[in-house]
């Protein structure tokens, strides 16, 4: 009597183990530009809101009528629930009626780089003693 052997159409062991190695790799692939993305959007947001600090700090300048500009000004301020720390740096430059002012933030003002850094330039007030 011959003997009919019902093949069931499955997958073999080597076949699953290939593709949860597979889907192992793409997996850890996801997980990685996910990470990525998460820590860029998170250096984006701090740079933004440090620029936002320097930019307050530079109009603050703009805005003192004083001459010159004092040198070398530091403080701190909250924004966004962070604290900021900011030093202003102001340079002499050819036209002695003009001033480079720098403004840097940092989150802790022990970092060496600051996290911005925005100048400008702020002209003697007309009619304005040197």
Request: proline letters at 4%; charged letters at 20%.
């Amino acid at each position: 009597m011959l003997r009919q052997i019902n093949k069931m159409a499955a997958f073999t062991l080597v076949e699953v183990m290939i593709a949860m190695a597979i889907f192992a790799i793409a997996g850890t692939a996801i997980f990685k530009v996910a990470n990525s993305t998460l820590i860029g959007t998170s250096r984006l947001e701090t740079t933004t809101i440090a620029q936002w600090v320097a930019s307050n700090q530079l109009v603050e300048v703009t805005l003192d009528q004083s001459w010159p500009p004092k040198k070398n000004q530091k403080g701190e301020l909250e924004m966004a629930d962070r604290q900021w720390h900011w030093l202003q740096i102001v340079e002499e430059t050819e036209d002695k009626r003009m001033r480079a002012v720098t403004i840097e933030v940092r989150e802790d003002p022990a970092d060496a780089y600051p996290v911005a850094s925005l100048m400008t330039y702020v002209s003697q007030p007309a009619g304005g003693a040197e």
